[in-house]
């Protein structure tokens, strides 16, 4: 049996020590709203909130989720405010990735 905590996280210990034991209910966060929108090197999707308790506060109501899979053993997730432009730290190493997605993947994926 798991106990809920007022702001939604769930204490259930497990014999497994690789599975955690605090975690969200699937009634927690964010919702895929109007499916997943492929792209060249991924996908997006648009997240928009369920009403649950906030676990910080001040949660954007409706977000976007820009996935790419960028190599067979990497894949990168961007998660931002399409409504409102936001600083993001520029660096000399990381730039935009603009090759296809690719094949033959060590990972998977589900949303």
């Known amino acids: 049996q798991s106990l809920c905590t ?23 966060g964010y919702k895929v709203d109007g499916g997943l ?13 369920l009403s649950s308790p906030s676990l910080f506060g001040n949660d954007i109501s409706t977000v976007l989720l820009t996935a790419e899979y960028q190599t067979e053993h990497r894949f990168r997730f961007k998660i931002t405010d399409p409504k409102k432009q936001r ?7 990381v ?4 090759g296809p997605a690719a094949s033959d993947l060590k990972y998977k994926v589900d949303v």
């Not at 600083?87 to 190493?93: A, G, K, R, S």
């Not at 730039?95 to 603009?98: D, E, I, N």
């Open 37 to 49: 929108q492929t792209t060249q090197a991924g996908f997006q999707a648009t997240l928009t909130r």
């Open 95 to 98: 730039g935009p990735f603009s």
């Open 87 to 93: 600083f993001e730290v520029p660096h000399e190493h």
């Open 6 to 28: 007022l702001r939604g996280c769930c204490w259930s210990p497990q014999s497994d020590t690789s599975v955690p034991w605090c975690f969200f209910s699937s009634n927690h």
